[in-house]
């Protein structure tokens, strides 16, 4: 029985941590601090800094429409990199992900976006089999296809995802990253996809993000 114990006391207490945050915020005891901006910045001639930006783009949903960063506008949301085809990291990091999908589904200011690494597969109607087996809602969960030269610079550019030592151009962008981009465009938050503790950490890490524009206003 104290086996037992010992080896749910660490997932225990890393599930602690995010929601004991979320319940201080909920409570108006507001004591965190603010997440912090990734990437790097520079400092402009007034004295202000300049952040790490995502690049706007342009690429289609599973639905055949058209997304953009104006599609975001006003929103926070969460990014990653798979392949419908892959049979390794993907399914597991998107069902986790999926969490995301059920904790703020109906929000106005929150949204996910699934970007393919194999846009030649991956189609519009592979995309919308691939929507309907992960139970995704496609006004709030966009998986995007494209051109690939855009979609691989997007990913290193803008997201900072690391080539992987070793592999090849294909296998690049075969990342587990789940990325928290905020209002204005800027990362606030890497996590792995593939440990579902490390999602509720992400879940509770973007009550407190949206919480930081309730305090703006």
Request: include cysteine; aromatic fraction near 12%; hydrophobic fraction near 40%.
């Amino acid at each position: 029985m104290a086996a037992r114990w010992k080896r749910l006391a660490v997932p225990l207490i890393i599930l602690a941590f995010p929601v004991a945050f979320w319940l201080i915020i909920s409570r108006g005891e507001n004591h965190l601090k603010r997440l912090p901006v990734i990437g790097p910045a520079d400092v402009a001639a007034n004295g202000d800094t300049i952040y790490h930006t995502i690049a706007d783009f342009s690429l289609t949903n599973q639905e055949g429409k058209v997304i953009t960063q104006a599609d975001l506008t006003g929103k926070i949301y969460v990014a990653n990199f798979f392949f419908a085809t892959c049979p390794t990291i993907c399914p597991k990091m998107n069902e986790n992900f999926r969490k995301v999908q059920q904790e703020f589904k109906g929000s106005n200011d929150v949204r996910m976006v699934s970007y393919t690494v194999d846009p030649e597969q991956d189609s519009v109607p592979a995309l919308k089999a691939y929507a309907e087996k992960m139970y995704a809602d496609n006004s709030f969960w966009w998986f995007l296809t494209g051109n690939k030269d855009s979609i691989y610079t997007l990913a290193r550019e803008s997201y900072l995802v690391p080539a992987a030592s070793g592999k090849t151009a294909e296998d690049f962008f075969h990342s587990d990253q789940l990325i928290l981009i905020d209002k204005e465009k800027r990362i606030r938050g890497l996590y792995d996809g593939m440990d579902p503790y490390a999602v509720d950490t992400l879940i509770a890490e973007m009550k407190v993000l949206l919480h930081e524009y309730v305090e703006e206003k």
